[in-house]
Protein backbone atom coordinates (compact mmCIF):
# COMPACT_ATOMS: atom_id res chain seq x y z
CA UNK A 1 0.00 0.00 0.00
CA UNK A 2 1.49 3.65 -1.45
CA UNK A 3 0.15 6.93 -0.24
CA UNK A 4 2.32 8.49 -3.14
CA UNK A 5 -0.48 9.23 -5.69
CA UNK A 6 -3.02 10.33 -3.02
CA UNK A 7 -0.13 12.45 -1.60
CA UNK A 8 0.26 14.22 -4.90
CA UNK A 9 -3.27 14.83 -5.38
CA UNK A 10 -3.57 16.27 -2.12
CA UNK A 11 -0.59 18.80 -2.48
CA UNK A 12 -2.14 19.93 -6.25
CA UNK A 13 -5.46 20.71 -4.63
CA UNK A 14 -3.51 22.57 -1.78
CA UNK A 15 -2.15 24.78 -4.50
CA UNK A 16 -5.06 25.42 -6.45
CA UNK A 17 -6.70 26.14 -3.43
CA UNK A 18 -3.81 28.72 -2.44
CA UNK A 19 -4.22 29.93 -5.49
CA UNK A 20 -7.57 30.20 -5.37
CA UNK A 21 -6.92 31.83 -1.67
CA UNK A 22 -4.95 34.23 -3.03
CA UNK A 23 -7.21 35.60 -5.86
CA UNK A 24 -10.46 34.88 -4.01
CA UNK A 25 -11.72 33.08 -7.35
CA UNK A 26 -13.79 30.58 -5.99
CA UNK A 27 -13.88 29.04 -2.40
CA UNK A 28 -13.32 32.57 -0.76
CA UNK A 29 -15.45 34.22 -3.06
CA UNK A 30 -18.87 32.18 -1.63
CA UNK A 31 -17.92 29.30 0.32
CA UNK A 32 -21.30 28.15 0.49
CA UNK A 33 -22.12 28.26 -3.56
CA UNK A 34 -18.76 26.63 -4.21
CA UNK A 35 -19.52 23.68 -1.65
CA UNK A 36 -22.87 23.21 -3.41
CA UNK A 37 -20.83 23.64 -7.00
CA UNK A 38 -18.45 21.10 -5.73
CA UNK A 39 -20.85 19.09 -4.37
CA UNK A 40 -22.61 18.78 -7.31
CA UNK A 41 -19.98 18.58 -9.72
CA UNK A 42 -18.52 15.62 -8.12
CA UNK A 43 -21.90 13.85 -7.78
CA UNK A 44 -22.33 14.24 -11.51
CA UNK A 45 -18.92 12.74 -12.29
CA UNK A 46 -18.89 9.81 -9.39
CA UNK A 47 -22.66 9.47 -10.91
CA UNK A 48 -20.69 8.89 -14.24
CA UNK A 49 -17.91 7.27 -13.17
CA UNK A 50 -20.51 4.65 -11.05
CA UNK A 51 -22.30 3.92 -14.64
CA UNK A 52 -18.67 3.22 -16.53
CA UNK A 53 -18.14 1.12 -13.47
CA UNK A 54 -21.64 -0.60 -14.08
CA UNK A 55 -20.96 -1.20 -17.64
CA UNK A 56 -17.92 -2.57 -17.38
CA UNK A 57 -16.39 0.43 -19.31
CA UNK A 58 -14.25 1.70 -16.34
CA UNK A 59 -12.31 -1.08 -14.42
CA UNK A 60 -9.40 -0.16 -11.30
CA UNK A 61 -5.86 -1.29 -12.60
CA UNK A 62 -3.32 -2.44 -10.21
CA UNK A 63 -0.97 0.38 -9.22
CA UNK A 64 2.33 0.66 -7.01
CA UNK A 65 1.46 3.90 -5.96
CA UNK A 66 -2.04 3.29 -5.35
CA UNK A 67 -3.29 2.95 -1.58
CA UNK A 68 -5.68 -0.17 -2.40
CA UNK A 69 -8.71 1.63 -0.18
CA UNK A 70 -12.23 1.08 -2.38
CA UNK A 71 -15.04 3.09 -1.86
CA UNK A 72 -16.91 0.57 -4.26
CA UNK A 73 -15.85 -2.14 -5.94
CA UNK A 74 -13.65 -0.68 -9.27
CA UNK A 75 -13.81 2.75 -7.30
CA UNK A 76 -10.41 3.84 -5.51
CA UNK A 77 -10.14 6.47 -2.79
CA UNK A 78 -8.29 8.01 -4.94
CA UNK A 79 -10.90 8.78 -8.10
CA UNK A 80 -13.18 10.74 -5.19
CA UNK A 81 -9.93 13.52 -4.47
CA UNK A 82 -9.74 13.26 -8.03
CA UNK A 83 -13.02 14.39 -9.06
CA UNK A 84 -13.38 16.66 -6.04
CA UNK A 85 -9.32 18.17 -7.57
CA UNK A 86 -10.78 18.60 -10.67
CA UNK A 87 -13.67 20.27 -10.04
CA UNK A 88 -11.92 22.94 -8.12
CA UNK A 89 -9.55 23.11 -10.96
CA UNK A 90 -12.09 23.74 -13.29
CA UNK A 91 -13.62 26.56 -11.37
CA UNK A 92 -10.21 28.30 -10.54
CA UNK A 93 -9.23 28.27 -13.99
CA UNK A 94 -12.74 29.34 -15.75
CA UNK A 95 -13.00 32.07 -13.18
CA UNK A 96 -9.30 33.08 -13.36
CA UNK A 97 -9.66 33.40 -16.81
CA UNK A 98 -12.55 35.13 -16.38
CA UNK A 99 -11.36 38.07 -14.56
CA UNK A 100 -8.26 37.97 -16.51
CA UNK A 101 -10.78 38.91 -19.61
CA UNK A 102 -12.55 41.38 -18.17
CA UNK A 103 -9.79 43.20 -16.96
CA UNK A 104 -7.94 42.88 -20.54
CA UNK A 105 -11.56 44.26 -22.05
CA UNK A 106 -11.43 47.17 -19.01
CA UNK A 107 -8.07 48.89 -20.38
CA UNK A 108 -8.26 51.50 -22.97
Request: aromatic share 12%; net charge neutral.
Amino acid sequence: MSFAYLAVLLFSAAGVLLLDARHRLFCWRSPRRAAAVLAVGTAFFLAWDLAGIGLGVFFHGTGQYMTGLMLAPELPLEELVFLLFLCELTMVLVLGAQRVLERAEARP
